[in-house]
């Protein structure tokens, strides 16, 4: 009798450490959304939110719908609403923007839905948050156009291997996986010195992996989408630390060479105290460049493709510019800087194509301490969206929005802060470079190649999270005469 009272008192006491547990979570919860003179808005449902209507414009290929809709139901600048189970402020507009970016670590910090830090625990884990910081400093270095300049032969060389093999001698093909696989090539050469297609196919799929798992719902249990995201990302990660590890052998004894490839630049450079970086976070850097560059690069190639075939006129001008650089060379002689510079025409079309299509839709902050924004308070820890749609498709910054103008680009271009599909200020995008030049690369090999027709006209695009055609983009391709 005495064991069966024992049984019900724990019990009685797990139930109520539980509820209180419980409520104790749902208090917290419930004050994170209260305060005074909060931006406009509305949270929607308990704990959802509003994160099935923000992702379903996604799906239904219009994430602008979301923002636009808030904007003029509540204020041009700022509204409120529930995205992720967080609070959220989203800043609209040029000043929006501004703000973010010049405030980055002053108010604001980069934050990530909780599945991006499970599929990629941050160097923060690995390393000091000084050397984090460190890293931080040095990367831009590997990715300036002064260090990316010698990759641009090898980027066309690539390209041109990668063109003769998957869409010569073909009627049809279909473009995203094409673009992806062209993009993740060069990625892993210009990256790691990996060029073998089979080595490079053994990466390819837990790639593929790592991106559906990253945005997904974070459950973490035996085949869910976030814990295969979390295996694949460290098989890869133990796959990169055994190249580098043969890589600073070969660098000793003189079989690599300091300038083949980012890696070898990121192992020899050293930070302002003489100090090297260590393998664990080159690691880390490396995957995390692979991943930051896989789909959005490959996204942005397909939109090319798809509004050059919807575009004629669009598509003469970028082939007239790039046969006459083709032109221009001797047989078997590889692009360069000089060739890249000469590509202003492709770069607007690219840039106008990105300003209609960005592949990546925005991006998170939160609040590091109280503070106001356009007259409106933004607790501590709330989060913050900025999205590129709300400049990008405003015909107060871009006069007819919705029409294909690559002459927005001419001169001075875009008025600060509106142009962002890279971002803006110290987390503007690190591979923003290195995407114009594979970008201008695969188009240079493509249109002097061929012209296309979309197979589906008018096909469904879907975001989730990036932009693609539902179906991938097929097309019927007409090679040029030779
Ligand atoms: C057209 C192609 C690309 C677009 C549109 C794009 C866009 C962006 C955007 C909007 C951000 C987020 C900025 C923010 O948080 O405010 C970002 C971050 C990032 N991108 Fe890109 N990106 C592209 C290609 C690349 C490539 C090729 C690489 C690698 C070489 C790369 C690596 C990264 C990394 C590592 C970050 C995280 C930076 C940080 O948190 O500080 N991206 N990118």
């Not at 590890?245 to 020899?268: C, F, P, W």
């Not at 976070?281 to 798809?306: P, R």
């Amino acid at each position: 009798m005495m064991e069966v009272n024992m049984y019900v008192a724990l019990l009685l006491s797990f139930v109520s450490f539980v509820t209180i547990s419980l409520f104790g979570m749902v208090y917290k919860h419930l004050s994170h959304f209260r305060g005074n003179n909060l931006p406009p808005g509305r949270f929607g449902l308990p704990f959802i939110g509003e994160t099935l209507h923000f992702l379903r414009s996604g799906w239904n290929g219009h994430p602008e719908k979301f923002i636009f809709d808030r904007m003029s139901a509540y204020s041009p600048r700022v509204f409120k609403t529930s995205i992720l189970a967080e609070p959220t402020a989203v800043f609209c507009g040029a000043l929006g923007n501004k703000f973010l970016f010049s405030n980055e670590n002053k108010l604001v910090t980069a934050w990530w839905p909780d599945s991006v830090n499970k599929v990629f625990p941050s160097s923060l884990q690995t390393s000091s948050k000084e050397e984090a910081k460190k890293m931080r400093k040095m990367l831009p270095n590997f990715f300036k156009p002064e260090a990316l300049q010698r990759y641009i032969g090898m980027m066309d060389e690539i390209a041109h291997r990668h063109f003769t093999t998957s869409w010569e001698n073909k009627d049809e093909v279909v473009v995203f996986p094409l673009a992806k696989r062209f993009t993740f090539w060069l990625a892993c050469r210009v990256f790691v010195s990996v060029q073998d297609p089979d080595h490079v196919a053994k990466f390819a799929d837990p790639f593929n992996d790592i991106a559906s798992g990253i945005f997904s719902i974070p459950i973490d249990l035996p085949g869910t989408p976030l814990n295969k995201a979390k295996h694949a990302s460290n098989f890869i990660r133990k796959e990169l630390r055994a190249i580098i590890k043969q890589r600073k052998l070969d660098l000793a004894e003189g079989r690599a060479s300091a300038t083949q490839d980012i890696l070898s630049h990121m192992l020899l450079a050293t930070d302002e105290d003489g100090k090297h970086m260590n393998e664990m976070d080159i690691a880390d850097k490396i995957l995390g460049l692979l991943i930051g560059g896989h789909d959005t690069a490959s996204a942005a190639c397909t939109f090319i493709v798809k509004y050059l075939a919807d575009l004629p006129q669009v598509y003469e001008g970028v082939y007239k510019e790039q046969m006459e650089i083709a032109k221009s060379k001797a047989p078997g002689e590889l692009l360069n800087w000089d060739d890249i510079q000469k590509m202003r025409y492709s770069w607007n079309v690219a840039c106008e194509v990105l300003r209609l299509a960005p592949p990546l839709q925005g991006a998170f902050r939160e609040a590091l301490n109280d503070f106001i924004f356009n007259g409106f308070s933004i607790p501590k820890g709330w989060k913050i969206y900025w999205s590129t749609h709300s400049t990008h498709r405003s015909p107060e910054y871009f006069p007819e929005p919705e029409k294909f103008d690559p002459s927005r680009f001419d001169g001075n271009g875009p008025a600060p802060y509106t142009f962002v599909p890279f971002g803006g200020g110290p987390r503007m995008c690190p591979g923003k470079e290195y995407a114009r030049l594979e970008i201008l690369v695969f188009m240079h090999n493509l249109v002097k190649r061929f012209k296309w027709e979309s197979l589906i006209p008018d096909e469904k695009i879907v975001v989730d999270p990036m932009p693609m055609p539902a179906k991938g983009l097929p097309v019927r391709l007409f090679p040029h005469k030779a």
